[in-house]
Every structure is written in C-alpha cells, then in structure tokens.
C-alpha cells in the first residue's frame, strides 16, 4: 500500500466566468484599432436629433428618422443613438485634425425579429488628416479584416449609400459555403460633416467605418441566433472562455 | 423593383448576357438577385432615378451602347384649359396636366406593352391606368389618372387642414391626418398626393377621355405615408426617393405616342404649372482632386467621358449634373460615379500609417474589474435597457416596442435578478454574474451613471473545497477587500418573498458606481487570459438535467490518478459534465474519500431513469474494476 504522503491531492479547479462574447468581440476590435493608432471616445446612448442625424448629413425625409426607426424618449427631445456616429462628431468638435477616432458601445433601432434585436453593438473608427484617399481606406479595411478573419479571406467593396461618407462602401467576405456576407460600411466622410464639424473639406478629407459586433461575433462564433447573447444563459456565457 | 434582362438588353447594342449585365450592376452598386431572367433590384435610397428602365440604362450606358431615344409624340400640343389651384407649391412646384380622348378603348396590346405585364407577372387594370404604369416602368415619373368624366370642378392640390376619410382606388378605406398633402375636387379628396388616387376618380375599362396628371413632389412630403397608411404604392417609392423635376414634356409626349400606337386620338391637350426652377448644381472640373480623394490617376479627358457617358454635361469647364441626378452635388459625389465606373475592387490600396501617439485608455479600470471578476467565477451579462417602469427618475420611451418595454432602466440589478432566476431554473446551484454599463435618469435633464451591477448566489464554486460553501456577504465583502481595501461596499440581501422560486439561496447583489473604483486595482494582476481564438459555439440543450453523485472509497492511495483518469475522461453523449465536488483524507483510517458529480443531459430529448441508469451503471462497473477502491453501500 502507499504512503499517503506521497498522494497529491485532486488539482483544485477554480471556476472562472468569461467576458461576455459581444464585449470580448468589441474589444478585440478596438486592441486592433488602438494597434493602428486610433484612439477611443465616448459619448453618451442618449443623444439629440443634431448629434445623431443632422450633423452627419441624415436629412428630416430619411426613413431613419421616422418613429418606426428609431426611439425617441422624453417627448421627442432625445433619442437613443442609432449608431455610435455621434461619438464621431463629438470628437471632431473637441479636436482638430489629424485625428483618429474609435468608439464602441450599444446602439437601438426599433427592430425585433430572430435577426435584429432593439439594442445591439457597433465599433466605429474615423480618421482625419490631409489626402486621405478612398484607397487608404481599402488598405485600412484589408488589415481589419485579414486580422480578424485571416489573410486568406476573400473579399469585395461594393459601393453603398450613407448620408455621412461620400463615396461609401460596404465590404463582403467570401463565407466557406461560397456565399457573400456584408461584413462593414466604409466610406470616405461626407466633406458636408467635416464642415459642420467646423473642419477645413479643402484641407482635410477623411475615412469612416463601421462594423456591427453582433454580426461577426456570430459568424466568428457560429451563432445562428443573436437572441442567444442576450439569454444570459450560463451555459451559453461558460463556453466563451 | 423588378426590371426584365430582355427590356434592358433591346437598348443595349452589344447585347450582354445576362451575367454580364448582372457583372456591371454589381459594379455600379445596384444589388440584385435573379429569377427567370428579371433582376430583382434593391437601388440605394440615393438613387431615385434608377427605378426604371431608362434609369437603369443610363447607368448601364458608362459600359455599353445604349440608345435611350424612345419615339414621342412630336406635334405641337393645344394648351389645356383646366381649372386648377395649387396652395402647396413647396410641396409640388412643378406640375403637368394632359388631356386625352380616344375614340374606342383598345381590345389588344402591342407587344412592348404586352410583354412588360407578361415578362413581370403583372396584371392589366384598364388601358389608361395600364399606360400610366408601363410608362413609371419605362421612364421612371410616376402619372396618375383621371376619369375625366368624373372630375367636374375645380382641381386643388392643398394640404388638408382636419382628419378626412379616403377611399382609394383599391377600395381601401383610410383617414387621412391633417397637414397630408392631396388633389380635391368639389371639397372631396380625389388623390393623396404621389401615393394613391380615390375610387370616385379612377379611370374604369370605359374610360376614353383621361386627365392625366405627371407632378414633381418634395420626397419629405410623401416620406412615410404609404408605410403609415399601409398601402403598397409603386409610385410612392419613386417619389420619396426623388424622381427628374425636368421629364414631364418628354414622359408626356412618350405616354401620347404610346396610346396614339393603340388608339385613335380624339382630343390631346397639355398644360405645365412651374412656381420654382430646379436649381442646376454646376461644379468645376478638378480632376485632381478627384484622383486624390479616390487615390487613383485617371486623365481629365477619361475622367470627363466617364461623366459624359453617365450623362452629366461637362462642356465649359464645369460639370453640370442632369436634373436627374439629385444626389450628386460635390467633388465626392463626382469621385464616387468615377470609382463605381473604375470599379471600387480595382482601385489599388495605398499604404495607410496613421501617427501613433501614446493615447490614454481610460477604460483600463474597468477592464481590470471586469477580468478580477470573471478570475473569481463571474460571468459578464449585457442586458436590454428596455424594462417596465422601475423609479419616478425613468426615462419614457415615446415609442417602445410593446407596454412592458416603455421605460430606460434607472439599475441594473433587477435585469440580474431576472437573469438570476433564469439561471436557476436551469438547475445551475452556483451563480455569479455581472454587468457593468451605462444607467440614464430623468431629473432637471437626462443624468449618466456608470455602474457595475454583480449578483450571486449558491455555491461559491463547485470544486471540493467550495462546493458546499454557500455565497453570502462575508464571502463577497471579503473578495472585493481584494482589490478596493480602503472602500466599504453596501451588499444587499435580496429577498425572494416576491421572486417566484422555491429555492432558498440567500442572493447577494451590489450596484456601484465605477467611480468608485480607484486606480489602486490597477496593481491587480489578472489570472484569466481572453481566449486565444475564437471558440466555435456548441448549441445549447434547454432540456432538463439529472444529477448523479458517486462516493468513493479508497484505501490504496496510488489509485486516486486512475480513477480520477478515468471518470473526469468518461466519454458519453448524454453526460454533460463531470466534477469532484468532495475530497477528504481520514489519515486514521489510513482512508480517502472523493466524490464524484455527473450532471446528464440530452440535447434532442427528457432523459428517462432508465437511460440515466444505463451510463450510470457503466460507470460503476468500469470504476469497480480498479482494484483497492469501493463505494460504500454497494
């Protein structure tokens, strides 16, 4: 028989939770963008029609703007954010170019099906300075996504229409099953924004992206359902170690 | 809006296949899909002019040959006497009346006009109301028409100063809300403005003399209506996204040929109102700033025919942009026709290096916290703000989704008892959770708080030696004396009288402003690393689990490994997990006892006993077969 002294005892496995898979999909993205240079502001959910529409050139008509789109609070005098592009603009306004912003965080749209939720994430980068040219912003957008889903993803900027960036793009990669997923807006920030921002359109030209965290989480992840995020279930959480 | 591949390709002499006119949509941005030959096109909301035929084609002309000269009626034209009053011309500044009689209503169509109800499925209404919409397909300008006969007063286009009732043509019944935009005639609402006309004016299969009307409408002010009255309107689409103030003669004329090609015409008469020219946006020929802003090095004379061929005059050294083009205003609107043209995956990358500066990352308390706590078994939640009125402080949505959604949450904590309770209901007995976000409140303006909100209850672990250790203040008080010495934090102990549980736990919570946390956690040194990768998700099972626990027995001490091999690798479909959950040496006894806890769950059905027993037994035997181990009591 043995010595029990010589007997370790079973390894003493401490529990440890996880990061949310949205926050940790969030912060990745913004440790890649810091990498760059970028630098991260915040701003608050709660926003005014000036900050989240009118200074990024979203005009009264846009369907946007309609109560079916989006959450007005407080009789009609703010609303909750519909992207973190107001982040954007506050920080322009503080500021003065070069400058390169990221922002992260929830944003609401009135949407709530098995593919949209009200509240969901987005990461947003803008990036200011004299001569930024469209082809910048490609080559800023093929480190973002060859980071994330590796150097030998295919993928193809499409253009696309957002009041805020003129020209506007959004950016698909090429899935296993052959099937293109749109994965970011991009575009070139709408020099109408930079002169309410109160920046010099004739000096300066700027980029802008955006991404959707949710999306990539899920296609990262293989999450089919983006209702599960938001189950809380320690069984969903417990396999994002 | 579905367009037919054979009603481009009759214009385009190169005649494309229809992949390569697919290839060229993709290229300028118009996103499609295809069934048996009809691209299914869903235009950018910028690009109004388009949403036809012609729109297209003239897109399609920077590719190919296109011939746009559709033949229109050329003679000259009476001038209508209509009694007619605009009071809304910021609304409709511009506005075309025709008139026509035909002698007989045709029993037949051409072909072009047979074939578009054809190739795109649609059915036939009447002739006049058939032309008018072969015509919005064809040129883009919605027309709307009028029988004649059944318009005998003064025509006013006003916005409506009281709710009124509307029947519209489709026998739908709507009230309309003061301040719509509409045509009445003898104080009845005969139209709502660029959306859908009144029964009691719609042209009939006897209709022979037609008041057609072909307007310009601002996009804000027939924005939204169609969703809000829930009426499917071609013509709404094209007007909210802005059609061509400067078509009405031509698609006019074009609408007199195409009826003059299926009927005698008796009587033809136009009249034009116009209190408003279109502005003319001429912009500078600057080829390098366009070159610059899209990162190429394109000539001026290959930069100018791109625009020409799109369309735009370029004679002057200006660009003029055509009345069709509403989006296109600046340099950046000119550099985006030019990089769709080039194609956007053709435009070389160009090295970007933004200056790194050290940047302060003020997030980095948080992160610390966050990690601190998931290193002692919590779990990070992000939960809806949307919740039912919790404090007088809560900001009201005007809009929510439903009466159980009408308020912003002013804590976090009752979304993590909700969380707290789910949890149990999936039989989990060891649960920590947090959250940390913003918290808004209404009091003289809207306040921000951010607060981490942390609830816990059960166990404090399921490993040996906190397994039957139950969470509660001290437990907490003391982790968190970890990492904030100097602070009191103020836990509650959250009752369940009004929670529906049967389970007796004491719940823990705290919700604290992050303030509160010094830098002093900075000095903490993090256990859990993010993960490497990023983990494929295994779906989840929310069926029930079933526990089953087996202590052990064991005298000869150099078994521990092997049995411990043994069970924490036991391999079976319907064992979810696997854990000791006790472990005691009775150095008297010379003896040691382990514990094992199996938790058995399916994903596809209710584990009956008997399939439980089944592995349970396999267990047992396979474990009994190391010599120098028992289980007591078997």
Redesign the interface.
């Known amino acids: 028989m043995s010595v029990h002294k010589d007997i370790l005892p079973p390894e003493l496995i401490k529990d440890r939770g996880s990061l949310h898979p949205i926050n940790h999909m969030k912060d990745s993205i913004m440790n890649l963008l810091i990498s760059f240079g970028f630098e991260i502001v915040d701003g608050p959910e709660i926003e005014t029609e000036e900050f989240n529409f009118d200074m990024l050139n979203i005009k009264k008509s846009h369907p946007a703007r309609q109560m079916h789109d989006t959450f007005y609070v407080e009789n009609k005098s703010n609303l909750l954010r519909t992207h973190t592009s107001p982040v954007q603009i506050r920080g322009m306004l503080e500021k003065k170019p070069p400058l390169a912003f990221i922002s992260g965080g929830k944003v609401y749209r009135k949407d709530d099906d098995a593919t949209h939720l009200p509240m969901f994430h987005q990461v947003e980068g803008i990036y200011v300075d004299e001569n930024v040219s469209f082809a910048q912003l490609k080559d800023l957008i093929y480190k973002i996504i060859y980071s994330l889903f590796g150097g030998d993803v295919k993928l193809r900027f499409r253009p696309s229409y957002f009041p805020f960036t003129e020209p506007s793009a959004e950016v698909d990669i090429l899935s296993k099953e052959g099937k293109w997923l749109e994965i970011l807006g991009c575009g070139l920030v709408n020099p109408i924004v930079l002169e309410n921002c109160n920046i010099d359109s004739n000096k300066y030209s700027g980029l802008a992206f955006g991404l959707g965290i949710e999306r990539i989480a899920m296609l990262k992840h293989g999450v089919t359902d983006i209702r599960e995020f938001y189950k809380s279930n320690l069984d969903f959480l417990s396999q994002f170690k | 809006m579905k367009i037919a591949y054979s009603h481009l390709v009759r214009c385009i002499k190169e005649k494309p296949s229809i992949n390569n006119v697919s290839d060229r949509l993709?290229?300028?941005?118009h996103?499609h899909e295809i069934e048996n030959d009809i691209f299914d096109m869903e235009f950018?909301?910028?690009?109004g002019d388009c949403l036809s035929v012609n729109g297209l084609l003239r897109d399609l002309a920077v590719f190919y040959s296109v011939d746009l000269s559709q033949e229109i009626y050329t003679e000259k034209l009476d001038e209508l006497s209509i009694d007619f009053e605009n009071l809304a011309e910021s609304i409709c500044p511009n506005i075309s009346f025709l008139k026509l009689e035909i002698d007989q209503v045709p029993d037949s169509y051409k072909d072009y006009l047979d074939n578009y109800f054809l190739d795109l499925g649609l059915n036939k209404i009447n002739f006049f109301t058939d032309v008018s919409n072969y015509l919005s397909y064809e040129t883009g300008q919605p027309t709307h028409c009028y029988d004649a006969s059944k318009i005998s007063s003064k025509l006013v286009f006003h916005e409506i100063e009281r709710d009124e009732e509307f029947e519209t043509l489709l026998d739908k019944k709507i009230t309309l809300v003061k301040k719509n935009a509409v045509f009445s005639s003898n104080n009845e609402v005969i139209n709502l403005a660029g959306i859908v006309g009144s029964k009691s004016s719609s042209c009939s299969t006897d209709t022979k003399t037609v008041i057609i009307e072909c307007a310009f409408f601002q996009?804000?002010a027939i924005?939204?209506k169609s969703?809000k009255y829930d009426i499917q309107s071609e013509a709404s689409h094209k007007f909210e996204r802005g059609v061509d103030p400067e078509c009405h003669d031509n698609v006019l004329r074009r609408l007199i040929k195409v009826v003059s090609e299926h009927a005698n015409i008796k009587d033809v008469s136009i009249v034009s109102f116009k209190s408003k020219d279109n502005p003319i946006f001429r912009i500078p020929v600057n080829v390098q700033r366009i070159n610059?802003?899209?990162?190429?090095n394109i000539s001026e004379s290959e930069y100018l025919n791109y625009l020409s061929k799109l369309g735009f005059d370029t004679e002057g050294g200006f660009v003029t942009v055509p009345s069709f083009r509403s989006d296109v205003k600046?340099n950046?609107?000119l550099?985006?026709e030019i990089?769709?043209v080039v194609g956007?995956?053709n435009?070389?990358?160009?090295?970007?290096?933004?200056?790194?500066?050290k940047?302060?990352?003020?997030?980095d308390i948080e992160?610390k916290l966050?990690y601190f706590?998931?290193?002692?078994?919590?779990?990070?939640?992000?939960?809806?703000?949307?919740v039912n009125l919790d404090s007088d402080l809560a900001?009201?949505?005007?809009?929510?989704?439903d009466s159980n959604?009408e308020f912003?949450r002013t804590n976090l904590t009752n979304s993590l008892v909700?969380?707290l309770l789910?949890?149990e209901r999936?039989q989990?007995d060891?649960?920590?959770?947090f959250e940390i976000?913003?918290v808004?409140s209404?009091n003289n303006g809207?306040h921000?708080k951010r607060k981490l909100s942390i609830i816990a209850s059960g166990r404090v672990?399921?490993?040996?030696?906190?397994f039957s250790k139950k969470i509660n203040k001290k437990y907490l008080s003391a982790l968190f004396q970890k990492i904030s010495p100097n602070e009191i934090f103020d836990f509650n102990v959250l009752s369940r009288d009004l929670l529906d549980t049967k389970i007796k736990n004491e719940i823990i919570s705290l919700e604290v402003d992050i303030d509160k946390f010094s830098i002093d956690i900075l000095s903490y040194v993090e256990?859990?690393k993010?993960?490497v990768s990023?983990?494929?998700?295994?779906p989840?099972?929310d069926l029930p689990c079933s526990f089953k626990d087996i202590s052990y027995s064991i005298?000869?001490?150099?078994k521990?490994q092997e049995l411990?091999d043994l069970l924490l690798g036991y391999k079976s479909d319907i064992i979810k997990n696997i854990?000791?959950f006790d472990?005691f040496?009775n150095?008297k006894q010379?003896e040691?006892k382990?514990g094992f806890r199996f938790t058995f769950q399916s994903k596809e059905t209710t584990l009956n006993s008997s399939e439980i027993e089944l592995v349970y037994n396999d267990i047992i035997s396979e474990s009994l077969k190391i010599i120098g181990i028992s289980i007591p009591g078997i």
């Open positions: 993709f290229q300028l941005g996103e950018t909301p910028n690009r996009p804000e924005i939204g969703l610059q802003i899209i990162g190429i600046t950046n609107d550099a985006e990089a769709r956007y995956d435009v070389a990358t160009l090295d970007i290096n933004i200056p790194k500066n940047k302060l990352n003020h997030k992160k966050r706590l998931i290193d002692h078994g919590f779990y990070e939640v992000i939960n809806s703000p949307f900001i009201k949505v005007d809009n929510p989704l959604r912003i909700e969380n789910f949890n999936r989990k060891s649960i920590k959770l976000s913003d808004y209404s809207i921000k672990g399921l490993n040996y030696e906190e256990i859990s993010p993960p990023f983990v494929q998700y295994n989840i099972s005298k000869d001490y150099s521990i411990q854990y000791i472990y040496e150095e010379e040691i382990i």
